[in-house]
């Protein structure tokens, strides 16, 4: 890896920054890369459109804004319709089916992966949501140590949340895993794996 461009995009309340922030402090602090993360909040405190970029590489970054990105990460429908073009040709695009629905060609990998539901069901507390998708998209994008994502994970959640959090952050790296089992091509969705309950991976 030279260089990875990500953009986080969903609502405000969703963490999409948050998981951006943690996952560029893993690479710099732990990883030993650099990394630049910007971010764009709408005009309402809770429920606007709220998009952060991240760039890490292996070189020093001169241009922090992304163009087009790497991956893609889209938490709402309104994300994707706005931003689902943008991808690269041969990029990944991550999505929960309980939030959106993909209509658009595009070129690129689409990891569609039941998040929220496996939170709900493992956890309870959709509040970890943002977590669960930041282990997805660590194991799938191998950009970053699930370790050293775990190091900045704890400097971020307060101690009486950490329990849970690492638990979803485990359960999003199981997801990629299951998805990248069933790897299919650069086009299309994996159909197996990427509907796997972790629990399944742990028997």
């Not at 809770?46 to 970054?61: F, H, W």
């Not at 930041?134 to 329990?163: F, Q, R």
């Amino acid at each position: 890896m030279s260089r990875k461009s990500m953009v986080f995009a969903g609502s405000g309340g969703q963490g999409v920054i948050t998981a951006a922030i943690i996952l560029g402090e893993a690479a710099c602090i732990y990883d030993g890369l650099h990394a630049v993360q910007t971010q764009v909040y709408g005009p309402e405190a809770r429920g606007g459109s709220t998009r952060a970029d991240l760039v890490i590489s292996t070189e020093p970054i001169r241009f922090p804004k992304v163009i087009s990105p790497h991956v893609l990460i889209c938490l709402t429908q309104e994300a994707y319709n706005k931003f689902g073009a943008i991808i690269r040709p041969g990029g990944l695009l991550v999505v929960d089916p309980m939030f959106v629905t993909t209509s658009k060609n595009t070129d690129a990998r689409q990891a569609v992966l039941p998040m929220y539901e496996t939170i709900k069901r493992e956890i309870g507390k959709p509040v970890v949501f943002n977590i669960c998708m930041l282990g997805c998209v660590t194991a799938i994008t191998d950009t970053v140590h699930p370790e050293s994502v775990m190091k900045a994970l704890k400097n971020h959640i307060p101690a009486n949340y950490l329990d849970i959090n690492v638990k979803a952050f485990k359960l999003g790296l199981e997801l990629g895993v299951a998805w990248e089992r069933g790897q299919a091509g650069v086009l299309g969705t994996p159909e197996k794996e990427q509907l796997l309950n972790p629990s399944e991976l742990r028997s």
